[in-house]
């Protein structure tokens, strides 16, 4: 009879709920727990991050400069990757645009060798600055309406189907039009992609039905950028208010990464190709990240986040954490 009774229990607490048949899965977070280092708030928030060896470059939402800091990645303390005990910011400057240039708003920085790009959301253009010559290059048009669809293993969509991407694009692209952040965010190709056509990056877009475009720079010092393929990605975006912050592709793990500030999180793409990308998974982020704007991963497939404000704990808008670290949360 008692074991009669302990089964009926079992029983109850399964159909009622109390008791799962299989447990749950556990999410997995970002903690400050396991932060490498911080770098203290230079500017109220932060939208773009690049790392070059033991330089990080920076640069603020608006402004006619990015940041150049001198980082330590031997400081055993979370907060000596940058500066000094006696000055958080001694070894960071300022770097100004080209003479006569005006606010640009900043949402990425990377290099195209032997250029460094800075991409300006609001004006849809290429800031270039020539890293061998150490000059400024006159500014590059980012073209966004010439895009195609992917191509398939029977080739090249057909016209049609070409033009009503476009309709619905030219569409999209119009509404936003007066609101500067259609542009959420740049990435480097993905290496492993077969279908990669000369691109290189991926443009990510706060428009559900072209979230992600393939982009290749060319002419004489990069004049111009044109904007390639539309990737297909299914249910992007449930909600039209989770606007994506950011875009970072995980070369080793072959991912996707995209910032979701409002639902305070990181989702994860898996891409064979831009022809197929897949929902992950996702990662959450400390809840001190408030307004998280940007993400990255260096050479050595380090995460580095930005922040639009000063956290309210380290009143840093930079942060890094270890791959190791990283690896832990997605392979325990």
Same mark, same amino acid.
């Given at each position: 009879?008692?074991?009669? +009774?302990?089964?009926?229990?079992?029983?109850?607490?399964?159909?009622?709920?109390?008791?799962?048949?299989?447990?749950?899965? #556990?999410?997995?977070?970002?903690?400050?727990?396991?932060?490498?280092?911080?770098?203290?708030?230079?500017?109220?928030?932060?939208?773009?991050?690049?790392?070059? &060896?033991?330089?990080?470059?920076?640069? $603020?939402?608006? &402004?006619?400069?990015?940041?150049?800091?001198?980082?330590?990645?031997?400081?055993?303390?979370?907060?000596?990757?940058?500066?000094?005990?006696?000055? $958080?910011?001694?070894?960071?400057?300022?770097?100004?645009?080209?003479?006569?240039?005006?606010?640009?708003?900043?949402?990425?920085?990377?290099?195209?060798?032997?250029?460094?790009?800075?991409?300006?959301?609001?004006?849809?253009?290429?800031?270039?600055?020539?890293?061998?010559?150490?000059?400024? +290059? /006159?500014?590059?048009?980012?073209?966004?309406?010439?895009?195609? $669809?992917?191509?398939?293993?029977?080739?090249?969509?057909?016209?049609?189907?070409?033009?009503?991407?476009? !309709?619905?694009?030219?569409?999209?692209?119009?509404?936003?039009?007066?609101?500067?952040?259609?542009?959420?965010?740049?990435?480097?190709?993905?290496?492993?992609?077969?279908? @990669?056509?000369?691109?290189?990056?991926?443009?990510?877009?706060?428009?559900?039905?072209?979230?992600?475009?393939?982009? @290749?720079?060319?002419?004489?010092?990069?004049?111009?950028?044109?904007?390639? @393929?539309?990737?297909?990605?299914?249910?992007?975006?449930?909600?039209?208010?989770?606007?994506?912050?950011?875009?970072?592709?995980?070369?080793?793990?072959? #991912?996707?990464?995209?910032?979701?500030? /409002?639902?305070?999180?990181?989702?994860?793409?898996?891409?064979?190709?831009?022809?197929?990308?897949?929902? !992950?998974?996702?990662?959450?982020?400390?809840?001190?990240?408030?307004?998280?704007?940007?993400?990255?991963?260096?050479?050595?497939?380090?995460?580095?986040?930005?922040?639009?404000?000063?956290?309210?704990?380290?009143?840093?808008?930079?942060?890094?954490?270890?791959?190791?670290?990283?690896?832990?949360?997605?392979?325990?």
């Amino acid at each position: 009879m008692v074991w009669t +009774h302990q089964l009926l229990v079992v029983g109850l607490l399964l159909v009622t709920g109390h008791l799962d048949a299989k447990p749950k899965k #556990e999410e997995i977070s970002l903690s400050f727990k396991n932060l490498r280092h911080y770098q203290i708030a230079i500017e109220n928030g932060l939208y773009a991050v690049y790392r070059d &060896g033991d330089r990080v470059l920076t640069a $603020p939402r608006l &402004g006619r400069f990015y940041i150049s800091s001198r980082y330590n990645e031997a400081a055993k303390e979370i907060d000596l990757g940058f500066g000094t005990l006696k000055s $958080p910011v001694a070894e960071s400057e300022r770097v100004p645009l080209a003479e006569g240039e005006k606010d640009r708003r900043f949402r990425s920085i990377l290099p195209l060798d032997p250029y460094l790009l800075l991409l300006d959301s609001a004006k849809r253009q290429f800031v270039i600055w020539n890293n061998q010559d150490k000059v400024w +290059h /006159q500014p590059a048009d980012l073209i966004l309406d010439m895009i195609r $669809p992917p191509a398939d293993k029977g080739g090249e969509a057909p016209r049609a189907e070409v033009a009503r991407l476009r !309709s619905r694009f030219q569409k999209s692209y119009a509404a936003m039009q007066e609101d500067g952040d259609l542009i959420a965010g740049l990435a480097p190709i993905p290496r492993w992609w077969k279908d @990669r056509d000369g691109s290189q990056f991926l443009l990510l877009l706060r428009l559900p039905e072209t979230p992600i475009l393939t982009v @290749r720079c060319e002419g004489r010092h990069y004049s111009r950028c044109i904007a390639q @393929r539309s990737c297909f990605v299914p249910n992007f975006m449930e909600n039209p208010k989770d606007q994506p912050a950011g875009i970072a592709v995980h070369q080793n793990r072959k #991912e996707i990464w995209i910032g979701q500030p /409002q639902k305070m999180q990181i989702l994860r793409l898996r891409s064979e190709s831009c022809y197929r990308i897949q929902k !992950s998974g996702q990662m959450g982020i400390p809840k001190e990240i408030r307004r998280l704007s940007h993400l990255f991963f260096d050479n050595e497939a380090n995460l580095w986040l930005t922040n639009g404000e000063p956290d309210p704990l380290y009143s840093a808008s930079l942060f890094r954490w270890d791959k190791a670290q990283v690896g832990k949360l997605l392979d325990p």
